[in-house]
């Protein structure tokens, strides 16, 4: 009889009828009629309807019982709903602190089958596989670099779902997208390709623009993961499941010799800039075109230098850390997240007020005890310069101050995102440290235009 079956990441029929033509996306290769994995979902009603039998699947229905007793929140109700109305395909878009991670373990339970949660840091990574065991009290399985261990529901890492793509290729039914926003980085999106899941969630805070980014990647994503199917801002819960916030920009003048020094860097900078029109002849993409001659021009590279050492005089100046003696004196008794933009001013930071550092240099262990010292109350602050942007969950943090960033609403959002879990009726804040007369300046406003687009 003519069946259809997983192998290396396609789909294969075999045995078919002469008379029977398979529909796009199947292709005739090396005999036999192939397509990627991740149509699955696509061709079942054809195969369904000429009567091929389907030997890809190697999950079957779990019996779980969820043992977290809690209720969704309606918003979480809704989430669920409109990805039940979708076929149980795409993604949905919740603030930080609002609840992702329960409302894909009530996706979970509702699916009742094997399960691929794939997340982007080793660090979530941990956190899924407690809050898994502690929802289901079963064995979970984590698939990644350290350990390497394959159950009816596994978490792992993109990179590892990436290289072993193949293997869990036909072992799920239901794939979990963690910061989905990552899923359309080089070589990662080739996981849902070579998946046959037939059933997806997207989860995130910062849902890729294609109008802002220009890259494509909404796109990639709903095509890949399935649309948007429901959307809360952090303005929507505000005050209700997350806390209520304000935010303020704390403006600083340069020092005359750091205006000196910037005045000289910005003249450099954008001098190439202008000389060579890159604006206009290369539109949005005219960053991405320097700094690739900066690789191959020496003009262009001392045009680099000069934006690289105009950044770290505004990010780095003088009158920040004045700003941030006064804002770690008058919030004594509110945990605060300090954010920089490079690691030099963070490690300087963290010297100055004697407060803990984390970066991508800091080991597992080292953050893992930094993290529980700052939930303890044992730190009042931590300073960190990314890594500390999404995925970690710093519940006692009220007080974010940031020093220096870029222009994306993402991360932004993501910033913010760290003091909005309610405690109390306990208000947060975002301090925005911003340079006078600077690109410090034109970065906030972007970054804000950016959030106001987003929503």
Partial sequence: MPTLRYAAGTLVLEDLPENLNPPAPFQLLQTKY???????????????????????PAWHNLSLTMTDSRQPHDYQQEAIAAWRKADRYGSIILPTGAGKTFVALRAIAETQSHTLIIVPTVDLLHQWYARLVNAFNRPIGV?????????????????????????????????????????????????????????????????????????????????????????????????????????????????????????HAYGAYTGYIRENRLREKHGAGWWHTFTMLSAKEQEARTAKVAELKLKEIVFQATGKLKILDGLLRENVDRPMLIFTAHNRFAYQIARRYLIPVITHQTKSAERKAILDGFRAGIYRAIVTS???????????????????????????????GRVLRKHGNTEAILYEVIARKTIDERIATARRKSVRESR
């Fill in 143 to 263: 698939w990644y670099g350290g350990e390497k261990t394959l159950e009816p529901i596994t978490v792992t890492t993109y990179p590892s779902a990436w290289a072993n793509a193949e293997l869990f290729g036909n072992q799920f039914e239901l794939l979990v997208f963690d910061e989905i926003h990552h899923l359309p980085a080089p070589n990662w999106h080739e996981i849902a390709l070579i998946c046959a899941a037939p059933y997806r969630l997207g989860l995130t805070a910062t849902y890729p623009n294609d109008q802002l980014e220009g890259e494509g990647r909404a796109d990639l994503l709903d095509s890949l993961v399935g649309k948007v199917v429901y959307k809360k801002h952090i303005d929507d819960l505000s005050g209700k499941q997350l806390a209520e916030y304000r935010t303020e920009r704390l403006r600083i003048d340069l020092t005359e010799q750091e205006r000196a020094e910037y005045d």
């Fill in 34 to 56: 192939r397509c990627p994995a991740g149509h699955y979902r696509d061709v079942l009603k054809w195969t369904r309807h000429n009567q091929i039998v389907n030997r890809v």
């Fill in 386 to 416: 990314n890594v500390l942007n999404e995925g970690v969950d710093v519940p006692a943090a009220k007080v974010a101050v940031v020093l220096g960033g870029n222009a994306s609403a993402r991360e932004y959002i993501q910033r913010l």
